[in-house]
Each structure stands twice: as C-alpha cells, then as structure tokens.
C-alpha cells in the first residue's frame, strides 16, 4: 500500500509582516508620512496581545491548562485578525475574527489538551472602522 498523503490542511503562509520584517519601517517611512498597507498591518498586530488565565474547564480538559485569550489594546479601532492554531507545534486550523477596541478579550481556547501545548500565531492582523 502506498503512503496516503492528506490535503485537507494546508500549511500556513508565512505572513508578510515575518517576511519583511524589518523593512515594514523603510516602506513606511518611503511613502512620504502616509502609512502603506504593510505597514499598518505590521501596527495592528503590535496592538494585539495574548494572555492566558485560569480557567475551571480548560483546567479539567488538562491539567496546567489555562485559558488563552486575545486583546486589542487600541483604545479606538477594531482589529481584524487571522490566527494559525498550533497544536503540538503542527498548524491545526486558522482562526478569524474581529477583535474590539478598548482591551475586552476575545476567548482562544485552552492552552493544553490532552497534555500536549496548543497555541495561536497571528498570521495577519489589519484596522477596521467600527460603525456605531
């Protein structure tokens, strides 16, 4: 029997913030003050924060585990991300969502199942008008 090869999951893409990295700041400074997509990607994403918190259930799921969780602290723009979950340091999934202004926090899951590490890795992350 041969060996059977799944493609189903795709391996993520690297994103374009860890591809350029350091040159995110030349382009924005090359645009004559006005900030380029790249570079707004690359402030959104440091306005993203992890955490991880006690938690009775993920507790039970395994013992250590917490909580993780995902804030924005830009005090006024929404954030739009797109998360990898990593679990046993193998790309399971992506996660996307909105997450608000102002620091209220946006659940994840649990930081260990069945023993083993899981965690999220922003792949992109952008600014969006909050309409009220």
Known sequence: MGTVV??????????????????????????????????????AVAYLEFASKLDGR???LSEGGKLRVLRNTHADHAIKYRLVRQ???????????????????VKLGCTRV????????V???SFIAVTR
Do not use: K, Y
């Not at 990295?21 to 570079?39: D, E, K």
């Open 6 to 43: 799944s493609t189903a999951m795709r391996a993520p893409r690297p994103s374009r913030q860890r591809l350029l990295g350091p040159a995110l700041i030349v382009l924005s400074c090359a645009s004559n003050g006005q900030a380029s997509p790249l570079a707004e990607e690359a402030d």
């Open 58 to 60: 993920c507790q039970i």
């Open 123 to 125: 792949e992109r992350a």
């Open 87 to 105: 679990f046993v340091g193998v790309a399971q999934g992506l996660s996307v969502g909105v997450a608000p202004p102002g620091g209220e926090v």
């Open 114 to 121: 069945d023993g083993r590490q899981q965690e999220w890795i």
